[in-house]
């Protein structure tokens, strides 16, 4: 059964520290990838997607994420964070031509002040 | 502009009781999901619909019942609810592209005394 996980649960980072996140699918297919984003007591928001080409992919409030194919997995990283990426963070894979999502079991930061 | 709306917000019942949850997209979507998520945040896939169409019905008790009149509504009507019912749900749609993310709704708290 294809799946997506998260490694970190929960991270505790200082404001100005530098974020990454793992994720890794089992799908040995094409697949599409996305990391969204849920603030407290709020619904989940894409950050990101990687479909083809530069593996490489720059999202909104200065996330990327890189997808490596032979690691099976699409880290997101960010240079410095600030209090209010405070959030749950979650990976979601897309095989293609499907249309279902698999999402990981995301992880928690939290950025101190 | 709501993208995805569901209502009610909240939803607080008892055990044994019937309620319905709806909700409505107005980005021309042609597919539409419920998802779980339980107190630890993780997210379950419920249904999926396409055009009106049930294609994705996940281990889910049939005392959850959707509906779809058309494609920018996707309702969930829950029977004899309990404890275990207790969760947010989330209504979500895409587009049957493979490059098109999911948008999520606000979500609707339930719980179950």
């Known amino acids: 059964a294809q799946s997506v996980s998260q490694h970190n649960h929960h991270v505790i980072l200082s404001e100005a520290a530098s974020l990454e996140l793992g994720c890794n699918y089992s799908?040995?297919?094409?697949?599409?990838l996305f990391w969204y984003v849920q603030y407290p007591g709020q619904h989940l928001q894409l950050l990101l997607k990687y479909f083809s080409g530069d593996p490489l992919v720059k999202g909104i409030k200065g996330f990327e994420a890189e997808f490596i194919k032979s690691k099976f997995s699409f880290n997101l990283r960010k240079p410095s964070v600030q209090w209010s990426d405070t959030a749950e963070y979650f990976c979601?894979?897309?095989?293609?031509?499907?249309?279902?999502?698999?999402f990981g079991s995301g992880t928690k930061l939290n950025v101190k002040p | 502009d709501t993208a995805v709306s569901q209502t009610p917000k909240y939803l607080v019942t008892q055990m044994g009781n019937d309620k319905s949850i709806k909700c409505e997209q107005n980005l021309g979507h042609d597919t539409m999901y419920w998802y779980k998520q339980d107190s630890k945040k993780f997210l379950k896939i419920m249904f999926s619909?396409?055009?009106?169409?049930?294609?994705i019905n996940e281990t889910v008790p049939n005392r959850f019942s959707p509906k779809s009149p058309d494609k920018a509504h996707l309702n969930l009507h829950i029977n004899s609810l309990e404890l275990g019912d207790s969760a947010v749900y989330f209504c979500?749609?895409?587009?049957?592209?493979?490059?098109?993310?999911?948008?999520f709704g606000n979500g609707t708290r339930l719980t179950v005394t």
């Open positions: 979601a894979v897309r095989l293609y031509n499907f249309n279902k999502f698999y």
């Open positions: 979500a749609s895409s587009q049957g592209a493979d490059n098109s993310p999911l948008h």
């Open positions: 799908y040995g297919g094409t697949v599409n």
């Open positions: 619909y396409n055009n009106k169409e049930l294609i």
